[in-house]
């Protein structure tokens, strides 16, 4: 009987997955008329799927098309995808030669991260001073304050890697030191959101859990490394791909899950597992870390849905227009300006500086983690979380749009560039495309 009723669970599970799928790929279509990244359109239907469901059925309706067993194996089904989709974003930062220089990663994190800490104490100050009981909540002050400079200051990896691939934006410099530099802000975030929630509780432990995390998660990326690093192990792959892609997947479940259970981020567990997959070019893994890479993409639509119905379905609750108005000012001025302040002070030129500056600015699902640890732990309330969720979609659907401008921007300042060039040299206009195309252009990188 027990196994009967798991493998309909199972069955009903898989059911609501490919409905869950069909509703991605609708908002794919959406996104794409709207000229939005298609990312945009699986976020914002998935988001809004359970409260919508609520909204016009009602919570029982929900309860019974997604029982409480088989929405736990649907969650299983979302996380196991954001996992396997970060191994191959996370390994890609450690392919070819345009590795994201040092010093300029650590401009780029102070600068994306101190801002929007302090843009947190300010939204803070904000909700002391007009906000009333109901939106501070009863959380000890050190425990809110830090909780909301981290909501602040966190960047969405999964979202902007998925922009990123999107726009092709993956192996350019300005993609790969933002995705660089989000996996650093976040992991910071995490270990800042523990303290957060220990302050909340009276009880710091929660803190040395976090670093014995942290532990397990560097001795089993270094384990990965050394182990895929052997001669039998770069046989196997050659040999047995698919076998390979499954081990590799399986190893990056394992340490994300245990990691989470040890009171981090799954999030991290995946970025190390990928970060320590070698990255020679000429080393077998490309084929292995893709397969895994499309499978966790395939699935990643679930986790959409159930943080919806997880995150949205609690912090509907009046919140005052000119707290959401505050929320995705500061949340942008935090980021984009911060962001922008640290490229430029590590040497990038102001196109590049520009893009990780909206880049950054891409909050999304690690945003609405965050605050649901905040609304559980009972340090954040419903009516500010709903104005940081806001501040979170805001942010999130600006990128796209944001970089579509800085296309246009530094195509007109080409095109005015070589009609200058054209007006000083009357007698030398290019006629030929091979001539035309040694014209000076600023790309991303600078001028050429």
């Not at 300029?104 to 009981?133: D, R």
């Not at 300005?174 to 800042?192: E, F, H, P």
């Not at 220990?198 to 182990?227: K, M, P, Q």
Request: proline content about 5%.
């Amino acid at each position: 009987m027990d196994v009967l009723d798991l493998l309909l669970r199972t069955t009903h599970a898989v059911a609501a997955l490919a409905v869950v799928l069909l509703f991605a790929a609708a908002g794919r279509s959406a996104a794409r008329r709207l000229r939005q990244p298609e990312v945009i359109g699986e976020i914002t239907v998935g988001l809004l799927a359970g409260p919508a469901v609520i909204a016009l059925f009602g919570t029982a309706f929900l309860d019974a098309v997604l029982p409480g067993p088989v929405f736990d194996i649907l969650t299983l089904f979302g996380q196991a995808g954001l996992v396997l989709f970060l191994v191959g974003l996370a390994h890609k930062l450690r392919i070819g030669p345009d590795r994201p220089p040092h010093r300029t990663m650590g401009w780029v994190v102070a600068g994306s991260l101190v801002p929007p800490l302090l843009t947190g104490l300010l939204l803070t100050g904000w909700v002391s001073l007009t906000g009333g009981a109901a939106v501070r909540g009863t959380a000890p002050l050190p425990a809110f304050v830090l909780m909301v400079a981290v909501a602040m200051s966190i960047t969405a990896v999964p979202v902007m890697s998925r922009i990123l691939a999107d726009r092709g934006m993956g192996e350019s410099p300005a993609g790969r030191l933002a995705l660089a530099s989000a996996i650093a802000i976040d992991a910071v975030g995490w270990l800042l959101l523990t303290v957060a929630i220990s302050l909340g509780a009276g009880d710091l432990t929660g803190s040395l859990h976090s670093a014995r995390a942290l532990l397990f998660g560097a001795v089993c990326a270094l384990a990965v490394r050394y182990g895929l690093r052997t001669r039998a192990a770069r046989g196997i792959c050659v040999r047995l791909p698919r076998t390979t892609a499954v081990a590799l997947g399986a190893s990056a479940l394992g340490v994300a899950l245990v990691m989470e259970h040890l009171g981090m981020t799954a999030i991290l567990g995946a970025a190390l597992v990928g970060l320590a997959v070698p990255g020679d070019e000429r080393a077998p893994w490309a084929g292995a870390v893709s397969t895994v890479s499309r499978v966790g993409r395939a699935l990643a639509p679930a986790f959409f849905v159930v943080t919806g119905i997880t995150v949205l379905t609690r912090a509907f609750a009046a919140a005052s227009w000119s707290l959401i108005a505050v929320a995705v000012v500061l949340g942008c001025a935090g980021k984009v300006l911060g962001g922008y302040a640290g490229a430029r002070l590590g040497g990038l030129p102001r196109s590049t500086a520009c893009r990780i500056g909206v880049l950054v600015n891409t909050r999304g699902l690690t945003e609405l983690i965050v605050l649901q640890a905040g609304l559980s732990a009972g340090v954040l309330s419903a009516p500010l979380v709903l104005a940081l969720v806001v501040m979170a979609l805001v942010t999130t659907a600006m990128t796209g749009p944001l970089l579509n401008a800085l296309d246009r921007r530094d195509e007109r300042r080409a095109r005015r560039r070589t009609e200058r060039l054209t007006v000083r040299l009357p007698g030398r206009i290019p006629q030929h495309r091979s001539d035309r195309d040694k014209l000076p252009v600023e790309t991303e990188g600078g001028t050429r």
